[in-house]
């Protein structure tokens, strides 16, 4: 059977060959490569992750030294007092 039909007296165009092996095909690590690589990463990471896990660092009162830039800080980003009298500065 002739596969090939040609068309207004054109020559015939041979099917191109897929005689390669899949591992020889360049679109397979295309479209293998990436997922294969995020499983990759995402192995390594959890492998990282679990290896070295950080402890847990307890909360600590502010030293002497901070604390008047701790209040500062606290006492800028709290909201304005809700009263209906003018606030002395």
């Known amino acids: 059977m002739n596969t090939s039909i040609p068309s207004h007296g054109a020559a015939p165009v041979a099917a191109p060959s897929r005689a390669g092996r899949w591992w020889q095909e ?3 690590w295309l479209v293998v490569g990436g ?11 959890a492998a ?3 290896r070295a896990a950080d402890t847990v660092v307890l909360q600590t009162p502010a030293p002497t030294a901070l604390r008047p830039a701790v209040q500062a ?4 980003a709290a909201p304005p007092p809700a ?3 003018p606030v002395k500065r």
């Open 73 to 76: 800080r606290n006492h800028a």
């Open 35 to 45: 997922p294969l690589a995020v499983v990759i990463a995402a192995s390594a990471t």
């Open 26 to 28: 360049p679109m397979m």
């Open 48 to 50: 990282i992750a679990m």
């Open 83 to 85: 009263t209906d009298a």
